[in-house]
């Protein structure tokens, strides 16, 4: 089946870098991709998603990058700071038919932020 | 204004006995849902739920039952536990998905189960 992965399981950076954290998908049908933030012993916490036919769109210190070409996703968090250490999931909202929609997560990529 | 609200926080069960985990939402939305997180996963979708009275099975609905009688709560029970349903179960809430904009889930803080 479709499924949406990870390229690195873990990730550190230097307080103050900016991080990138990738994300491959294999459903080209999805309408959505986003990404979401899991901080330990708490529920994930939305922070950007992208619609599939845009390519970049920006928030507050992060990017999300599409590339329906080769299939990736990436979230760029500039300037990366020790409260940004956590899990980062994205997931791909695409129809399970009837009109409905469900969100396929990937296994996630923990970022550590060393100070 | 408490968003998703999940009861017990933590359980240990042996293998056969039966629960019901609760979820409540204040923010109005129709749609419901529950996933369970293992080690090193990322959240699978156990059932789902688009209205009062509905519900619909995710990708991993075997051994699982859910009930949404009132909007605000979304109940899902284990009526025979496993030792394979140890895991941390989350639920979300959002407004329905597939519009013009993508409508975020927002998770409860998770439920941490045992089966012994």
């Known amino acids: 089946g479709e499924s949406v992965g990870l390229h690195l399981p873990t990730l550190s950076v230097q307080e103050g870098d900016n991080s990138i954290i990738n994300c491959a998908y294999s459903n080209s049908a999805s309408d959505y991709f986003i990404w979401y933030k899991q901080e330990s012993g708490k529920g994930p916490q939305f922070i950007i998603d992208?619609?599939?036919?845009?390519d970049k769109r920006q928030g507050q210190r992060v990017t999300v990058l599409l590339n329906k070409t080769v299939k990736h996703l990436s979230l760029q968090i500039a300037a990366t700071q020790p409260g940004d250490s956590a899990v980062y999931f994205c997931?791909?909202?695409?129809?399970?038919?009837?009109?409905?929609?469900?969100?396929?997560f990937g296994k996630g990529t923990k970022l550590s932020v060393i100070p | 204004n408490a968003g998703v609200t999940q009861t017990p926080k933590f359980r240990v069960l042996k293998t056969g006995q039966s629960m019901t985990l609760l979820c409540a939402q204040d923010?109005?939305?129709?749609?419901m849902y529950w996933y369970r997180q293992d080690p090193g996963m990322g959240l699978r979708l156990i059932h789902y739920s688009v209205g009062e009275g509905t519900t619909a099975k995710g990708e991993v609905p075997d051994g699982y039952n859910v009930s949404r009688l009132k909007k605000q709560n979304f109940l899902l029970g284990l009526e025979s536990a496993a030792p394979s349903q140890t895991s941390v179960y989350f639920c979300?809430?959002?407004?329905?998905?597939?519009?013009?904009?993508?409508?975020?889930?927002?998770f409860g803080p998770g439920t941490r189960l045992t089966v012994l």
């Open positions: 997931a791909e909202m695409g129809s399970s038919g009837a009109g409905s929609y469900q969100l396929t």
């Open positions: 992208i619609r599939s036919n845009m």
């Open positions: 923010m109005n939305h129709e749609y």
């Open positions: 979300a809430s959002s407004r329905p998905l597939g519009g013009l904009s993508y409508n975020e889930q927002f």
